[in-house]
């Protein structure tokens, strides 16, 4: 049986307005430069801690873990203004009615990732969702190989999509096709440079992944 397995942050939750104007506020409490949107895309990465390094945090005079907390605090008093992106609950259920089995691998900490999931009202669509142990965004590598294996994953039916040069890494090093859509946290030119097949819209989906 085929598998989807989607990343959260960006790919089904339209949540970067809310991501820039938090990590804003960190920048300005620390007197650091602000980002706009495009440059935003243009910079942010995985692991969380090296893309705060490019855009100015200094871990010499502060433990990575005080900004990491204060942004995870402000992000999730606020995660629930977010809406997901427009045709995201008509595309989950296009794949319900093809059979495919759905699940979700984020970087978002476990219990948060299920109450939005819960929220948007979406979370019965998957068969299992698995997010990190920790608020710190470091990997979902070991995460997605514990996954595939738990719930007995398909390899060469399943692709993982998401919008960010890190989900096309996880892809790779799980042995699984990848799709990246550039409509989140990565511009689409960052995204095209890994060679994966990269969509605009969440919708070009229905034409690409088919039974």
């Known amino acids: 049986?085929?598998?989807?397995?989607?990343?959260?942050?960006?790919?089904?939750?339209?949540?970067i307005d809310l991501?820039?104007?938090?990590?804003?506020?960190l920048l300005q409490k620390r007197e650091l430069p602000l980002l706009t949107r495009d440059l935003y895309r243009e910079v942010f990465s995985f692991p969380v801690k090296d893309y705060y390094k490019t855009i100015g945090f200094d871990f010499s005079k502060e433990d990575f873990a005080i900004p990491a907390r204060e942004y995870i605090d402000l992000y999730n008093s606020q995660v629930e203004i977010c809406s997901l992106h427009h045709p995201a609950t008509d595309i989950l259920t296009h794949f319900k009615e093809l059979g495919?089995?759905?699940?979700?691998l984020s970087a978002?900490?476990?219990?948060?990732?299920?109450k939005t999931l819960e929220y948007n009202k979406i979370l019965h669509f998957f068969e299992a969702v698995a997010g990190l142990d920790n608020h710190y965004a470091v990997s979902k590598v070991e995460?997605?190989?514990?996954?595939i294996q738990q719930h007995h994953i398909e390899k060469d039916g399943a692709t993982l999509i998401g919008d960010t040069t890190h989900d096309f890494e996880v892809a790779g090093i799980l042995g699984i096709d990848c799709i990246l859509i550039a409509d989140g946290h990565q511009s689409e030119e960052?995204?095209?440079?890994?060679g994966a097949v990269v969509?605009?819209?969440?919708?070009?989906?229905?034409?690409?992944?088919?039974v």
């Open 100 to 104: 495919f089995r759905q699940f979700v």
């Open 19 to 25: 991501c820039i104007s938090t990590i804003n506020v």
């Open 108 to 114: 978002m900490e476990q219990s948060m990732l299920l």
């Open 143 to 147: 995460r997605g190989i514990q996954f």
């Open 1 to 15: 049986m085929k598998s989807i397995i989607w990343d959260w942050n960006g790919t089904l939750l339209d949540d």
């Open 199 to 210: 969509l605009q819209k969440l919708e070009i989906l229905k034409k690409v992944i088919t």
């Open 190 to 194: 960052r995204l095209k440079k890994t």
